[in-house]
T-cell receptor, first 117, second 115 residues
Framework: EPEVTQTPSHQVTQMGQEVILRCVPI?????FYWYRQILGQKVEFLVS????????KSEIFDDQFSVERPDGSNFTLKIRSTKLEDSAMYFC???????????????FGPGTRLTVT | AQTVTQSQPEMSVQEAETVTLSCTYD???????LFWYKQPPSRQMILVIR??????QNATENRFSVNFQKAAKSFSLKISDSQLGDTAMYFC????????????FGTGTSLTVIP
C-alpha cells in the first residue's frame, strides 16, 4: 500500500540554522500538508499546498517557514532560522483531489523529530 | 473556532476486552467529517475510522465502531476484542473546509492493551 515517507527521521540543529524537512507524498495525491506536534501538545496544522501554491496556512506558519515542491515527487518544509520553540515532531500528509462525496482522508508520514539546541 | 477535546490522556484495557475512547468537538459548521487515527509507537498515523456528519448511522470497521452524537458534539471510539496490536496513541480529528482541508486534532489518548 502506498505510504507517505519523510526524511530524516530525526534532525538536530543549532538555533539560528536553516533546516529542510523532506516528504514524498503518495504519487497520485495533489494536496499536501505540514503539521507539527510539540511534545505533549496537539497536532497543529501549519500549511496546505495545492497546484504549486499555498492553499491555506495557520498563524504558526510565519515568514520563517516556506514550502516547496521542487520536483514531481518531493514536498519540503524549510525553516530559515530555527528557534528553540521549533523543536517538535513535523508530520507531512497528502490527500487526493476532492470530489463530491469523497471522504476527506489525509495520509500521514511517520514524522521528522526536529530538535533545536 | 474549531476545537477537538480528548479528555483521557491514557487508558488501558485487558486483551479481549472492550474500551471506549472519548472525543468531543466544537464547531458551528453543519457539514463536516470526523476521524479516528491510530499512531503505533514509532509509526505513522493511520486512519482507523471516519464519520460523515450528515450520516446518522454510526460508522463501523471490523472491531472498531463509533458513537456519533451530533447534538452533543461527541464522537467516541469503541474497540471491541482488544488486541495487543491496538496499543497506540489514538487521535480524534475533525475537518470541514472545502479547500485546504485543514484537520483539527485532539491531544490524543495513549491506549495500552495489557496481555
Amino acid at each position: 500500500e502506498p505510504e507517505v515517507t519523510q526524511t530524516p527521521s530525526h534532525q538536530v540543529t543549532q538555533m539560528g540554522q536553516e533546516v529542510i524537512l523532506r516528504c514524498v507524498p503518495i504519487s497520485n495525491h495533489l494536496y499536501f500538508y505540514w503539521y507539527r506536534q510539540i511534545l505533549g501538545q496537539k497536532v497543529e496544522f501549519l500549511v496546505s499546498f495545492y497546484n504549486n501554491e499555498i492553499s491555506e496556512k495557520s498563524e504558526i506558519f510565519d515568514d520563517q517557514f516556506s514550502v516547496e515542491r521542487p520536483d514531481g515527487s518531493n514536498f519540503t518544509l524549510k525553516i530559515r532560522s530555527t528557534k528553540l520553540e521549533d523543536s517538535a515532531m513535523y508530520f507531512c500528509a497528502s490527500s487526493e483531489v476532492r470530489r463530491p462525496g469523497q471522504s476527506y482522508e489525509q495520509y500521514f508520514g511517520p514524522g521528522t523529530r526536529l530538535t533545536v539546541t | 473556532a474549531q476545537t477537538v477535546t480528548q479528555s483521557q490522556p491514557e487508558m488501558s484495557v485487558q486483551e479481549a476486552e472492550t474500551v471506549t475512547l472519548s472525543c468531543t468537538y466544537d464547531t458551528s459548521e453543519s457539514n463536516y467529517y470526523l476521524f479516528w487515527y491510530k499512531q503505533p509507537p514509532s509509526r505513522q498515523m493511520i486512519l482507523v475510522i471516519r464519520q460523515e456528519a450528515y450520516k446518522q448511522q454510526n460508522a463501523t470497521e471490523n472491531r472498531f465502531s463509533v458513537n456519533f452524537q451530533k447534538a452533543a458534539k461527541s464522537f467516541s471510539l469503541k474497540i471491541s476484542d482488544s488486541q495487543l496490536g491496538d496499543t497506540a496513541m489514538y487521535f480524534c480529528a475533525f475537518t470541514y473546509k472545502i479547500t485546504g482541508n485543514q484537520f483539527y486534532f485532539g491531544t490524543g489518548t495513549s491506549l495500552t492493551v495489557i496481555p
